[in-house]
């Protein structure tokens, strides 16, 4: 024996791997993603790993293992003798080796080094790695690599991850059975796998249970009642904190640029984006909400689909459909079972079964067109024409109540940034993620609209226009000779107010004023100072219609160049991963953002001027507080941003964003830091709105996929998209101080004439506060009195003011709708 024992030696020890790696193994793990505040976003890679320290796994998981695995783990050496001398009896007439001598320790072994061939050649290798490892690590280090690397199927390698995969649970909740069926899975991944043979795993487990109370783990009531408790196992996928699947596919496609895909899904890296997960929470609901608000007011499209040979007391038939069909956007499937009068009962995929009354049902007027909605119903028979077995999809309301719903065909993306450094704080990128993956966000080129105006009016300012100049609102004709065209654009509700402030032009969105301002500061320079805050320059052409919003830009850029107005006139750039490390706490990579510093630009200003003096106090002058690369550029006048978002202030207050928060009962209205603009592109088919304070941005847009179709008439901004962004500002801002933007240096207020825009006359009644930098302010005095005209025109603008706004035109009555059939 001693001979055999040394000859196996000298044949199989040269072929032993060295095990140092192994007391700091680095397991394949997959990359995980966080928000900034430590929630779990996402998780990709080749195979799931929740790597695990011996002290979190439970004890009945480890009584179960042992019993069922290596019943001698803590009296062997590595080896087990009396199961060597089995194998070695049945392999010497079978020339086959089995596995069943196999202790923790040479299993483990051959996890970490070897393969699974049953050649004598591996066998003799595995059992003196094993006793090697016996001599340089203790029972526990064993126990624990063996528990964090076996496969446990399903791509779940280790217990933890196993334990989420199985149950969707972390290890410090597993039961005793649960710990058994783990440990009865180890004998055969497929075999005994709960999900695909529950059968078998059954049968497995109660084994496992009984060799445990064989061995005096548990006692016999507890065996007794264990064995006749159910499989409780299903597939759970990974278990996340934070819905945000737009952003973890931009960070997963990002990290495999940089560091290629074997390392990115094996090496654990942990991303942590800038995310906020009240402000992504925020904007998920916003999102949906306003979508399927917008659907309901364009009426009901019928069932998803119509069971044939309905039968209500099939349970089993009908559960099987709706596991079929998957949950969208929060909106369940559901068969409807009866129906009643004035209201409906369904059954769910959980087997619940749910009624719905009228309220939840009333809105489901028939869609005839995007335009067009049938009669508004009077019992649920106009509804389900075909009856019952439709099925439908059901939305639960905040009050616990359900209604009917139906999965919007239109698509909306919404984005917040910091402007202080372009961090994206919340992104959503669709209606949901796993029915289309496209992130409108960052992928959707759609015409902006009137969005763009504030920065036609921003171009102005530098120019020389203040928001007192008066531009002529009246119909407006440009001929182009060389291609024989006639563009003639026009106002939303086709009326025209002659001259008329720039302040005015800008809350009410008047398209002749934005049309004669790009003339008169041209368009190429308009295209200039586009690019300058950050919209790219491919994407436009240097014509008037620009000031219409014909360009085409996706909802980041548009919330980008946003951002310029919020932080004072500075170009940021949009990013969203903060930091990416390794498992052992590594950095790999640390955002380093370019970000807005006041005190920096003042500082440069004043260095500059003492070079230029050669002032002996050169060297006097304070460091930066950061290094210059990394201070945000001045593009803009700061003078000229304070102004334009003191204008758009107007819009959320008097302009036409106003209408649709006072439909809302929006607490909005009554802060006084908040700026915005609507914007609709030709035919309603894209609606748009960009707002702010000093510490947040928020664009969304809404529109269909297919470009050619329309939201509706009046569908504009105001109505569409401005609901996401109020929702989204509502609850991110309830309880929190205002941020209004400063006013710099180099802005001064004086009173004005409402009409002329001169300086108001001494003692003039209606004279007005206005804005001006202090080398731009009117340099002439309105007459001391007012003549019949100026009373007509002020009161035309009044009525304009109050009556008119590009998003507050109203549908007809309930009664009216009854007579036409129609909504519009």
Request: glycine content about 6%.
């Given at each position: ?14 072929q ?41 796994v ?5 009584n ?73 690590l ?50 055969g ?5 709960p ?16 060799r ?11 065996y ?63 999102l949906r909400?306003g ?7 364009h ?26 069909t ?33 309220d ?24 389900f ?10 939305l ?22 910091r ?17 289309n993956?496209?992130?409108l ?8 609209g ?52 720039l ?55 548009m ?8 932080n ?30 006041e ?60 209408t ?39 664009s ?48 001064v ?8 825009g ?12 206005e ?43 309930e009664?009216q ?8």
């Amino acid at each position: 024996m001693v001979l055999v024992v040394l000859g196996a030696y000298l044949f199989a020890g040269p072929q032993v791997p060295a095990i140092d790696s192994l007391k700091n193994v680095q397991f394949q793990t997959p990359m995980r993603i966080y928000s900034a505040d430590g929630k779990l976003i996402g998780e990709f890679g080749d195979v799931r790993r929740i790597p695990v320290e011996l002290e979190q796994v439970p004890q009945n998981f480890i009584n179960a293992l042992v019993a069922t695995e290596d019943q001698r783990f803590f009296e062997h050496g590595g080896v087990d003798v009396q199961g060597l001398l089995r194998v070695l009896k049945v392999g010497l007439t079978t020339q086959e080796f089995s596995e069943g001598a196999s202790t923790l320790t040479m299993q483990t072994a051959r996890n970490m080094f070897l393969n699974r061939d049953r050649r004598l050649q591996r066998k003799l290798v595995e059992m003196f790695l094993a006793l090697r490892m016996e001599t340089e690590l203790s029972k526990e280090e064993i126990l624990e690599l063996y528990i964090n690397k076996v496969h446990f199927s399903h791509r779940a390698y280790g217990l933890g991850a196993a334990a989420q995969v199985y149950y969707g649970k972390d290890l410090s909740q597993m039961t005793l059975t649960e710990s058994a069926m783990m440990a009865g899975l180890l004998k055969g991944e497929s075999n005994y796998n709960p999900i695909s043979n529950p059968e078998n795993a059954f049968n497995r487990r109660n084994l496992v249970l009984r060799r445990m109370f064989e061995q005096d783990y548990i006692d016999q009531a507890t065996y007794e009642q264990a064995i006749d408790s159910p499989l409780t196992a299903e597939k759970h996928s990974a278990d996340l904190d934070l819905e945000a699947p737009y952003v973890a596919e931009m960070v997963r496609l990002d990290v495999i640029k940089q560091f290629g895909r074997d390392r990115a899904y094996t090496q654990g890296m942990i991303i942590t984006t800038t995310l906020d997960s009240k402000h992504q929470l925020a904007a998920n609901k916003a999102l949906r909400d306003g979508l399927i608000e917008y659907d309901e007011r364009h009426g009901y499209k019928g069932p998803e689909l119509q069971l044939e040979n309905f039968d209500p007391s099939d349970t089993d038939s009908l559960i099987t459909v709706l596991k079929d069909t998957p949950e969208i956007g929060g909106l369940m499937p559901a068969i409807v079972t009866t129906i009643q009068d004035q209201s409906i009962t369904v059954l769910t995929k959980n087997e619940q079964v749910l009624t719905i009354n009228w309220d939840g049902l009333k809105w489901a007027a028939k869609f005839i067109s995007d335009s067009r909605i049938g009669y508004k119903p009077k019992t649920t028979a106009d509804i389900f024409e075909q009856g019952a077995g439709a099925l439908v999809r059901i939305l639960q309301k905040e009050d616990g109540s359900w209604q009917l719903s139906q999965i919007p065909e239109a698509s909306s993306g919404f984005v917040a940034i910091r402007p202080a450094d372009g961090s994206i704080s919340a992104l959503v990128g669709g209606f949901d993620y796993l029915s289309n993956k496209f992130n409108l966000v960052t992928q959707a080129r759609r015409q902006p609209g009137s969005n763009i105006k504030p920065f036609i009016y921003a171009a102005a300012f530098e120019k020389g226009f203040t928001p007192a100049s008066l531009v002529n609102d009246a119909p407006y004709v440009k001929v182009n000779d060389e291609i024989d065209e006639v563009w003639r654009p026009q106002n939303d509700n086709l009326k025209y107010n002659g001259p008329t402030r720039l302040r005015v032009g800008l809350k009410r969105s008047i398209n002749t004023i934005s049309t004669r301002l790009i003339d008169a500061i041209g368009a190429d320079y308009a295209e200039r100072f586009l690019v300058k805050v950050g919209l790219p320059d491919e994407h436009m052409d240097p014509y008037q219609s620009l000031a219409l919003g014909t360009a085409s830009f996706t909802p980041l850029e548009m919330a980008t160049a946003y951002a310029v107005l919020a932080n004072g006139g500075y170009q940021v750039e949009p990013y969203y991963i903060k930091s990416i490390t390794t498992s052992f706490g590594d950095v790999l990579f640390e955002a380093q953002p370019k970000v807005v510093c006041e005190e920096c630009e003042q500082i440069k200003i004043d260095l500059a001027l003492a070079e230029r003096k050669f002032s002996p106090e050169i060297h006097n002058y304070p460091e930066l507080p950061i290094p210059e690369d990394r201070i945000a550029q001045l593009v803009i006048d700061p003078r000229d941003a304070f102004i334009i978002y003191d204008m758009m202030k107007d819009v959320i207050h008097s302009g036409t964003a106003t209408t649709a928060l006072k439909r809302r009962n929006s607490f909005l209205l009554e802060r006084h830091d908040l700026a915005g603009k609507t914007g609709t592109a030709n035919d309603y088919k894209d609606a748009w709105f960009s707002g702010f304070n000093s510490e947040l941005v928020g664009s969304a847009w809404m529109g269909f996929s297919d470009h050619r179709r329309s939201l509706g008439r009046f569908e504009y901004g105001g109505k569409a998209a401005l609901p996401i962004w109020a929702s989204f500002m509502e609850q991110v801002l309830e309880g929190s101080p205002e941020r209004e933007i400063i006013q710099p240096p180099g802005v001064v207020s004086t009173k004005i004439d409402p009409s002329s825009g001169m300086l108001a006359a001494l003692g003039q009644s209606n004279a007005i506060f206005e804005y001006f930098r202090d080398d731009n302010v009117p340099n002439q005095m309105a007459e001391a009195t007012t003549d019949f005209n100026d009373i007509y025109n002020e009161s035309v603008m009044d009525s304009y003011d109050q009556d008119f706004s590009e998003d507050s035109l109203e549908l007809p009555t309930e009664e009216q709708q009854e007579d036409t059939g129609s909504i519009f």
